[in-house]
């Protein structure tokens, strides 16, 4: 912004050559972007984008740096400083790729998650962990250890909104005011009202500025940026008056007052997003609801030695909605342990009915729910399940069967039974982990503080920014634009002009369109008429008859269309099928081709080979560039020869393949990337497909198909 502003003003304008490098790319949107690319562009300067595409997505709308780095490569630092251990390490690799539950699992295993029963206990339990760590410090130094005097920038407190922020500076503060650790305070007028600062207190500016400060010309403009953080050195100058001088934590020196900078608040705690960019020794991060997958990352990777996450149980245990009982979706499947199964009556009270099977399920949550059904005892025989094993109890659907149920004669008030028709559920069981592994795996994760799943269930989301290329291969992308345009009237003036160019087409294409819809009509009526023919083979009618056909109509048939359960591949093969068949991912072998063309000799079995290692699950994007730097021949046979009996048309092609090998490799990684980035996408939407294909269509009622033979007859005539 700041830079957009100078242009405008005419100052630091670019010219031809200059490299422009923009860091924390990832945090500029869409629109931001491509204002300074066209400027760029215009100006034939350079743009090189610094950021992660994982961390701290825009405030403003779309993903500019994701999108761009996806489609022309990019080059990565792999390698993670900051942390001292390596198991820390490791653990920023598993939040940069967004596998948090492992990464919050490292933390786990470490001991470095505190749970408390409240927000205000966990805040209770932060700043007595801050405040024994920087009496550790302090003992350090005076003990005569190897240790530098206490700078105070080793300790951060990270929070997701500003009110926690607030209340953890005002608990710290007081720490530091009770251990004597601030002198000469005195109030400051700020951006956000009056705050006292004292030599000692740690501060943190919130905006990006230029400054001249008068009573302190020998420092020439200062300038500051949002986010930093520093120490207070002094809070007056010779007259008394309010001048506030402050270390930044870099070691540079600043002097304001409050004519030339007020925006400044307390910084012992800080905002996620104000700590991007920021290092410090340790950090106490508390983690709240509201937190995602990037603002996870962000916060966990701040730090050299430690850092430790704090949570609250009133903050990730689920609640209930008020008044009302969780509702159950049996379609979509009762998941849990399997504790207990039998026959019981559905109903105690009543005497005439029987015992019916049963199945106990308990949820994550504790809750128990119970299924009914007479074909669960030989659902849970066909999955292989038994009492203590996590299953998958899901309704697949109904049955129609004859019982004898007890009904009292209205004269008489008699009781008889009577045979009905009824129709009953269907169960399927599906084995998830047996009593053995899951007890076995409950040893091996006992480490884990009992909040930890929901800690993963809501610091786990993800909160990436889409742009306009994310959706372009869906079906309604194209309908969405167009409605969009038409609600702002972008398209107002384009359609007036084709709605009166176009009038004589739409009137003579109107009947071509109603000749279109029945026919269409026809055709499926003819379709359902053909399913129940084929299915049942014991149709037959006379065209010549007129009169109705309903005696002829069989009834045996249970489906119209019957539900398929059984499928050849399985639901990730499928998924990556249809993916490499979209035309998203058209367009990107299409960006490809030109490049493989320039490295092999047959570029269409290469493209085929790498659309096969890119949608590998078992293979990671940064594995697959390296392999092909090592070994470009996995793709197919290079052009050109290095041998010389092959002439030097040969090699210098040769020479030109490696040369271009250099560009395919980002590319390659890329489209690896981009094909994990949209495997659970289109994994989610093969699941539906199969859960909408495992619904049945039941067989038309006799009146029903008797008409459609009739229908039949009549457009056959």
Do not use: C
């Not at 900078?261 to 508390?286: C, M």
């Not at 040969?650 to 489209?671: D, N, S």
């Amino acid at each position: 912004a700041s830079w957009e502003l100078a242009w405008a003003g005419g100052r630091e304008q670019l010219n031809r050559g200059d490299v422009l490098v923009i860091d924390e790319a990832g945090m500029i949107s869409s629109q931001q972007m491509g204002r300074v690319l066209k400027i760029a562009e215009e100006t034939q300067a350079k743009v090189v984008l610094v950021g992660d595409a994982m961390q701290l997505q825009p405030i403003q709308a779309g993903a500019a740096f994701r999108a761009i780095s996806e489609r022309i490569g990019f080059a990565e630092l792999a390698g993670v400083r900051r942390q001292r251990e390596q198991w820390a390490r490791e653990a920023s690799r598993l939040f940069a790729r967004g596998k948090v539950e492992e990464g919050l699992d490292a933390y786990a295993q470490n001991g470095r998650i505190v749970e408390a029963e409240t927000r205000a206990g966990v805040v209770e339990r932060i700043v007595a962990d801050w405040t024994d760590a920087r009496r550790d410090l302090l003992q350090k130094f005076a003990d005569g250890e190897d240790a530098p005097p206490l700078r105070g920038d080793e300790l951060l407190v990270l929070a997701h909104t500003n009110e926690d922020v607030k209340r953890l500076n005002e608990s710290l503060r007081k720490v530091m005011m009770e251990e004597g650790a601030l002198t000469g305070a005195r109030e400051f007028q700020t951006a956000r009202g009056f705050r006292e600062f004292a030599a000692g207190d740690r501060i943190i500016f919130l905006e990006n500025a230029r400054f001249l400060e008068p009573r302190a010309k020998r420092l020439g403009p200062q300038y500051v940026k949002n986010g930093m953080l520093g120490t207070v050195l002094a809070t007056g100058d010779k007259r008394g008056g309010a001048l506030l001088t402050i270390r930044i934590d870099n070691g540079r020196d600043v002097i304001i007052s409050e004519d030339s900078y007020r925006n400044i608040d307390h910084g012992y705690a800080a905002t996620i997003h104000k700590s991007q960019g920021s290092t410090v020794d340790r950090t106490f991060v508390l983690a709240t609801g509201m937190m995602d997958q990037h603002l996870t990352y962000v916060a966990m990777t701040r730090h050299r030695e430690r850092a430790d996450l704090y949570a609250a149980r009133e903050d990730f245990s689920p609640k209930p909605e008020w008044g009302r009982k969780p509702r159950v979706d049996h379609a979509s499947g009762v998941a849990g342990e399997l504790v207990e199964t039998g026959q019981a009556k559905f109903r105690p009270q009543d005497e005439d009915s029987r015992e019916s099977p049963y199945a106990d399920v308990r949820a994550d949550d504790g809750t128990v729910h119970r299924v009914w059904g007479v074909s669960l005892p030989n659902a849970l025989a066909e999955g292989g399940v038994s009492t203590g094993d996590t299953v998958t109890l899901r309704k697949d659907g109904v049955e129609t069967v004859k019982v004898r149920l007890p009904v009292i004669g209205e004269t008489t008030g008699e009781k008889r039974f009577e045979e009905r028709e009824v129709e009953r559920n269907v169960w399927t069981a599906k084995q998830i982990e047996t009593a053995d592994a899951r007890q076995k795996r409950i040893e091996r994760e006992s480490h884990r503080p009992d909040l930890f799943r929901h800690l993963v269930e809501r610091l786990g989301r993800s909160g990436i920014k889409t742009t306009t290329l994310d959706f372009e291969s869906e079906k309604g992308y194209r309908a969405h634009a167009r409605d969009f345009a038409r609600r702002r009237g972008i398209d107002t003036l384009a359609g007036i002009a084709a709605g009166m160019e176009g009038n004589a087409a739409r009137r003579l294409t109107w009947i071509a369109q109603k000749h279109g819809q029945v026919a269409n009509l026809w055709e499926r009526a003819s379709v359902a008429l053909g399913f129940t023919i084929e299915g049942e083979r014991q149709i037959s009618y006379n065209e010549q008859r007129t009169e109705p056909l309903s005696a002829e109509v069989s009834s045996a048939g249970k489906y119209l269309i019957a539900p398929t359960i059984a499928f050849a591949r399985s639901v990730d093969e499928d998924a990556r099928r249809t993916q490499l068949a979209s035309e998203r991912w058209k367009e990107r072998e299409a960006i490809l081709r030109p490049l493989l063309e320039k490295i092999y000799r047959d570029p269409d079995h290469t493209l085929s080979v790498l659309n096969a290692l890119a949608s590998d699950a078992t293979i990671e994007p940064r594995a697959l560039a390296d392999q092909l730097a090592s070994a470009p021949e996995r793709l197919g046979h290079l052009r050109g020869s290095d041998r010389i009996v092959d002439g030097r048309a040969a090699r210098a092609e040769r020479k030109a393949a490696k040369a271009a090998l250099t560009e395919l490799l980002p590319l390659a990684r890329a489209h690896a990337t981009e094909f994990r980035r949209q495997a659970e996408r289109f994994g989610i939407r093969e699941e539906q497909r199969r859960a909408h294909m495992s619904l049945s269509i039941p067989a038309l009622s006799k009146p029903a198909m008797a008409r459609l033979v009739e229908i039949e007859a009549v457009r056959e005539r």
